[in-house]
């Protein structure tokens, strides 16, 4: 694909208001694996740490931390496995997530500290606040509270047929691997793909996400995200088994969950999530925004996640 | 990458990991019209050396896999081992030999479960033995727990791999709905054969045993009726 002549294609050339580059960079080893980690605020700040979602990566916090650290956070957030500035790996699973988020925490504090931690994420940080409760002492979980997923209509035979088309599917994905490349294009061309699953979001914040979510090779922009990596997919895990982690939580728990449909969220409707919510905590729903709430209303989850940590 | 008659397997291309395919017959000994049998070994354990006694019988040439973290296959840094990872393992196999017979020892037996409900038309019947890991993490999560283990210790096989492979979640409905899948789709009036010499029954296999289409024989039974196939 050409590059557009008309536009100016360079990192530099783009810009959002309130997005700061982080103040500080550094690479944790998580069993060998180099996991990238951007921090915000004063070093000596008390600590938190945040967890952003699948596809995405530490710097979609590039407007909310920055928040969160100017009123005297130490924000740390990491890029998990195959996502943003860490390395690709040969295996990827929500198992060795946490075990890599374990790995961050341990240069942090080996006190209990507070977890921010969006979609996919929050799933990841219900489990390690569940497993090791003596690391995490607030939760703060960002649409990441899947309810049970909607079962369509449909016959069995149907469901055999869709369900071996994505199996097969999946295998031809992985048999290409190994000469797979993202698609270079543009900075609006990566913006505008993006936005095919993020209806919501403004391109000018698609385009900054693009200049710190892709490199520059010399055909193009590319999403740094690993190849193999793949929307959907399938297995074994089942979304009420987060709804059992959620409510094991002896810890204060902040739920915060954008109300608007969005593709790429779990779509969660309230009501099923609060019979779940343990002793005490919070539920709150944000009506004007869908899954990336803290994108779409970075001053309302900023102030709602200060208020909560007191 | 021609197999080697000096035991030098096989390498497939399995994203980032190098898999050791070995062949146990030899080249020229085994009629090639022949459907060949692909074994896929138990948790920790690696291909056989030679073909086994209860395979002695198969007709067509004999195969074995080595998975993802084991035997001379890549060992990656940092697990983040699945089932599902290890069906695409299998998937690598048949790719390079095209329909096979499979035959699972404990853990390669879930994964030949999974693999001939996800390529029906290249699973020409699939053997559940037991063996290591057949159980897997159960059917639901337990108490949660973070698997982190010193660095430098021996292997292969992948430490990371005995750790999370004896803890993946096999929920019985999922496990059924390959074996669905198996049924409706594989050209075999038995697509799946669970192995009596198999007693232990965790969950999913029991799930799996009630299915349609699947059956129970012994090793030798089950093989011989995938050879007439």
Same mark, same amino acid.
């Given at each position: 694909?050409?590059?557009?002549?008309?536009?100016?294609?360079?990192?530099?050339?783009?810009s959002?208001?309130?997005a700061?580059?982080?103040?500080?960079? &550094?690479?944790?080893?998580? !069993?060998?694996? #180099?996991?990238?980690?951007?921090?915000w605020?004063?070093?000596?700040?008390?600590?938190?740490?945040?967890?952003?979602?699948?596809?995405?990566?530490?710097r979609?916090?590039?407007?909310?931390?920055?928040?969160?650290?100017?009123?005297?956070w130490?924000?740390?957030a990491?890029?998990?496995?195959?996502h943003?500035?860490?390395?690709?790996?040969?295996?990827?699973s929500?198992?060795?997530?946490? &075990?890599?988020a374990?790995?961050?925490?341990?240069?942090?504090?080996?006190?209990p500290?507070?977890?921010? #931690? !969006?979609?996919?994420?929050?799933?990841?940080?219900?489990?390690?606040?569940?497993?090791?409760?003596?690391?995490?002492s !607030?939760?703060?979980?960002?649409?990441g509270?899947?309810?049970?997923?909607?079962?369509?209509d449909? #016959?069995?035979?149907e469901?055999?047929?869709?369900?071996?088309?994505?199996?097969?599917?999946?295998?031809?994905?992985?048999?290409?691997l190994?000469?797979a490349?993202?698609r270079?294009?543009?900075?609006?061309?990566?913006? &505008?793909?993006?936005?095919?699953m993020?209806p919501?979001?403004?391109?000018?914040w698609?385009?900054?996400?693009?200049?710190?979510? #892709?490199?520059r090779?010399?055909?193009?922009?590319?999403?740094?995200?690993?190849?193999?990596?793949?929307?959907g997919?399938?297995?074994?895990? &089942?979304?009420?088994?987060?709804?059992?982690?959620?409510?094991?939580?002896?810890?204060?728990?902040?739920?915060i969950?954008?109300?608007?449909?969005?593709?790429?969220g779990w779509n969660?409707?309230?009501a099923?999530?609060?019979?779940?919510?343990?002793?005490?905590?919070r539920?709150?729903?944000?009506e004007?925004?869908?899954?990336?709430?803290?994108?779409?209303?970075?001053?309302?989850?900023a102030?709602?996640?200060l208020?909560?940590?007191? | 990458m021609?197999?080697?008659?000096d035991?030098?397997?096989?390498?497939?291309?399995?994203?980032?990991?190098r898999l050791?395919?070995?062949?146990?017959?030899?080249?020229?000994?085994?009629?090639?019209?022949?459907?060949?049998?692909?074994?896929?070994?138990?948790?920790?354990?690696?291909?056989?050396?030679?073909?086994?006694?209860?395979?002695?019988?198969?007709?067509?040439?004999?195969h074995?896999?080595?998975f993802?973290?084991?035997?001379?296959?890549?060992?990656?840094?940092?697990?983040?081992y699945?089932?599902?990872a290890?069906m695409?393992?299998?998937?690598?196999?048949?790719?390079?030999?095209g329909?096979?017979?499979?035959?699972g020892?404990?853990?390669?037996?879930?994964?030949?479960?999974?693999?001939a409900?996800?390529?029906p038309?290249?699973v020409?019947?699939?053997?559940?033995?037991?063996?290591?890991?057949?159980?897997?993490?159960?059917?639901?999560?337990?108490?949660?727990h973070?698997?982190?283990?010193?660095p430098?210790?021996?292997?292969?096989?992948?430490?990371?791999?005995?750790?999370?492979?004896?803890?993946?979640?096999?929920?019985?409905?999922?496990a059924?709905s390959?074996?669905?899948?198996?049924?409706?789709?594989s050209?075999?009036?038995v697509?799946?054969?669970i192995?009596?010499?198999?007693?232990?029954?965790?969950?999913?296999l029991?799930a799996?045993?009630?299915?349609?289409?699947?059956?129970e024989?012994?090793?030798?039974?089950?093989?011989?009726a995938?050879?007439?196939?």
């Amino acid at each position: 694909m050409a590059l557009d002549e008309r536009a100016p294609d360079d990192a530099e050339s783009v810009s959002y208001p309130g997005a700061r580059p982080p103040d500080r960079r &550094r690479t944790v080893q998580s !069993h060998g694996v #180099a996991i990238a980690v951007h921090e915000w605020g004063d070093e000596a700040d008390p600590p938190l740490l945040f967890t952003h979602g699948g596809f995405d990566f530490a710097r979609t916090f590039s407007v909310f931390a920055p928040m969160v650290a100017a009123a005297g956070w130490r924000v740390v957030a990491w890029d998990q496995r195959g996502h943003g500035d860490s390395e690709h790996t040969s295996l990827y699973s929500w198992d060795a997530d946490v &075990r890599d988020a374990l790995a961050v925490m341990d240069t942090i504090s080996s006190r209990p500290v507070p977890v921010v #931690a !969006h979609s996919k994420g929050g799933n990841l940080m219900l489990h390690l606040a569940d497993a090791c409760p003596h690391r995490v002492s !607030h939760v703060v979980n960002i649409d990441g509270l899947p309810s049970r997923r909607p079962q369509p209509d449909v #016959a069995d035979h149907e469901r055999t047929r869709m369900r071996a088309g994505e199996l097969s599917s999946w295998l031809d994905h992985r048999r290409g691997l190994a000469s797979a490349l993202r698609r270079p294009g543009t900075i609006d061309d990566l913006a &505008r793909r993006r936005a095919r699953m993020n209806p919501r979001l403004p391109m000018d914040w698609l385009r900054y996400l693009v200049t710190v979510g #892709a490199r520059r090779d010399e055909d193009g922009w590319r999403w740094k995200i690993d190849p193999s990596l793949r929307m959907g997919g399938f297995g074994p895990w &089942r979304p009420e088994w987060a709804m059992s982690r959620l409510s094991a939580l002896g810890m204060p728990v902040l739920g915060i969950l954008g109300v608007q449909p969005e593709v790429m969220g779990w779509n969660t409707d309230p009501a099923d999530v609060a019979p779940f919510m343990p002793p005490g905590g919070r539920l709150v729903t944000v009506e004007e925004a869908g899954h990336f709430v803290h994108i779409e209303a970075p001053e309302r989850v900023a102030a709602l996640t200060l208020e909560f940590l007191g | 990458m021609a197999p080697g008659a000096d035991g030098e397997p096989t390498w497939l291309v399995h994203g980032k990991v190098r898999l050791a395919l070995h062949r146990l017959t030899a080249e020229a000994g085994a009629g090639r019209a022949d459907t060949p049998l692909l074994i896929l070994h138990g948790l920790g354990e690696q291909s056989p050396p030679a073909v086994p006694a209860w395979a002695a019988a198969w007709p067509g040439p004999v195969h074995a896999l080595d998975f993802t973290g084991h035997g001379g296959s890549t060992v990656p840094r940092g697990g983040g081992y699945t089932a599902e990872a290890l069906m695409g393992d299998a998937d690598a196999a048949l790719a390079h030999l095209g329909p096979c017979t499979v035959l699972g020892r404990g853990l390669g037996a879930y994964v030949a479960l999974l693999i001939a409900g996800a390529r029906p038309h290249l699973v020409r019947g699939a053997v559940l033995a037991d063996g290591p890991g057949l159980a897997g993490g159960g059917p639901a999560p337990g108490s949660p727990h973070v698997v982190q283990l010193a660095p430098d210790l021996p292997g292969p096989p992948d430490p990371l791999a005995l750790a999370e492979l004896s803890r993946d979640l096999r929920p019985p409905d999922y496990a059924v709905s390959f074996a669905w899948q198996a049924a409706n789709l594989s050209e075999l009036a038995v697509p799946i054969t669970i192995s009596v010499a198999a007693l232990i029954r965790p969950e999913w296999l029991a799930a799996v045993a009630e299915t349609p289409a699947v059956q129970e024989r012994s090793l030798t039974e089950a093989l011989a009726a995938y050879a007439e196939d």
